[in-house]
């Protein structure tokens, strides 16, 4: 079973740049027909998707996050990252890694990593 493992800093102060770290587990991320997503949920609201790495290393974005958002991989380690810059409060959520099947359905979670901006 696919298993991915979030990790980073839990407080990020405003105007800094929030950096995750998306390690997985019993599946390769350059295994063919995948995507890797981050999604996030800030307190008390919805799942919100960020962006996507897919197998043969395209990315793609939400057009809302686009321009503060990076997203890249090393393929020899495994793992997937986030870079999301110059964040405010309104960047307080729990930070998700997901494996994406080819119709973008989110099949396998990590277990969300809670990031508080916070001065």
């Known amino acids: 079973q696919v298993q991915l493992q979030e990790s980073g800093p839990g407080l990020v102060k405003p105007s800094q740049t929030l950096s995750l770290t998306c390690t997985v587990s019993?599946?390769?991320?350059?295994?063919?027909?995948?995507?890797w997503s981050w999604v996030r949920q800030p307190p008390g609201k919805g799942l919100e998707w960020m962006g996507v790495?897919?197998?043969?290393?395209?990315?793609g974005y939400s057009l809302s996050l686009k321009s503060r958002t990076v997203i890249s991989r090393d393929t020899s380690k495994n793992q997937f990252y986030l870079q999301l810059s110059t964040v405010t409060p309104e960047d307080t959520a729990v930070y998700y890694c997901?494996?994406?099947?080819?119709?973008?359905?989110?099949?396998?979670w990590g277990k969300g990593t809670l990031v508080t901006v916070s001065s």
């Open positions: 997901t494996r994406d099947l080819i119709a973008g359905t989110h099949d396998y």
């Open positions: 019993n599946g390769s991320i350059s295994a063919i027909y995948y995507g």
């Open positions: 790495i897919n197998y043969d290393g395209t990315i």
